[in-house]
């Protein structure tokens, strides 16, 4: 979307119009761009000639109003500071819904479950040791996935109904029409030949969770797949999109069978038993975090999560504002230190699941945990 936002809802609102359809959800796998201020702007790793404001700004300060509930993961353009506030998931603005560097929530009775970022082999083993304000090697380093998170996503076991990835899972062109992509991306043809296009993490994860639908971006241009999970297995519709430019192919309307609403972004209670078992090792050095894939037992979180739950509801915590709003009358740029933000959604978040805040500056040797 790369912060596009008036683009992307004007259409939807256009295609409502023309083809007498309600749009309920929109979705976005990652380089969504939530920047708020110059400040932000300077945390995002695009060349400098793409460092522009674009329209995300106005839907924080409350200029405009989202028209859709939105929900979106991070990519490799992203307002990273910004992001790292919200690192368990929340409101990046209102009815805008970051999913977390790793997250689960529901919409209505259909779950959604993504994973921020790109992998790059050298960092997945590090733990989240980056910190605004960053420098030329932590502000591309920052939305590199982590072994961590996987980790945690391989623990779902009940079904998801979709899940979001930035970048390809490993393999994914050897379902679809990969002749095709090579002729319209040729210089992806080595790649898919070496079978090396795609995320090794997002296809173990495709792999587990086997979702009906898998929705990517990240290489600018639109493939779909279907998988076959073994013989009679369930099978998995994947799509990935274009980026946001006229005549590309952006968006795609797709109809899921649910329940009657309300349809309202939730809490999931088994991602959140997740998120209490796993934050006491959560990795927040260089160091190198490794732990074996065997299912650590979260009955005993998911038990306590339903009792706080049933008390609280389901309702994630409202939006704050944490910076100023960009100010288009204000054209001076002034440069200010970037440091991190407690953001009390965040720390809401965590002291409904009675967990320590770990994501300080303070706390950057962070703990560190090994296990095989």
Known sequence: MHGELDIVYDTLRKLEEAEGIKIDLLLCCGDFQAVRNMDDLRCVNVPLKYRTMNSFWKYYSGQAVAPYPTIFIGGNHEASNYLWELYYGGWAAPNIYFLG???????????????????KQHNYHSGHYERPPYNEQTIRSV???????????????????????HDWPLGITEYGNWQKLIRAKNHFEKEVNNRTLGSKP??????????PYWFSAHLHCRFSAIIQHGVNGPTT??????????????????????????????YDEEWLAITRRFNSIFPLTRRRFTMRNEQLDTQDDRQWVRSKLTSRGLKPFDFVQTAPPFNPTNRVSSSSTIGSCRNPQTESFLQLLELPYLLDSSNSEGVSFGNG
Do not use: T, W
């Open 101 to 119: 560097f790793a997250g689960v929530v529901k919409f209505g009775n259909i779950r959604i479950g993504g994973l921020s970022g790109i992998h």
């Open 237 to 266: 519709k994947f799509l990935a999109l274009d980026k946001c430019l006229p005549g590309r192919n952006f968006l795609q309307v797709i109809d899921i069978p649910s329940n009657p609403g309300p349809y309202e972004i939730q």
């Open 143 to 165: 939305y590199h996935v982590r072994h961590y998170d996987v980790l945690k996503l391989m623990h779902v076991k009940e079904p998801l109904d979709i899940f979001l990835s």
């Open 202 to 211: 997002a296809a173990e994860l495709l792999n587990k969770l086997k979702p």
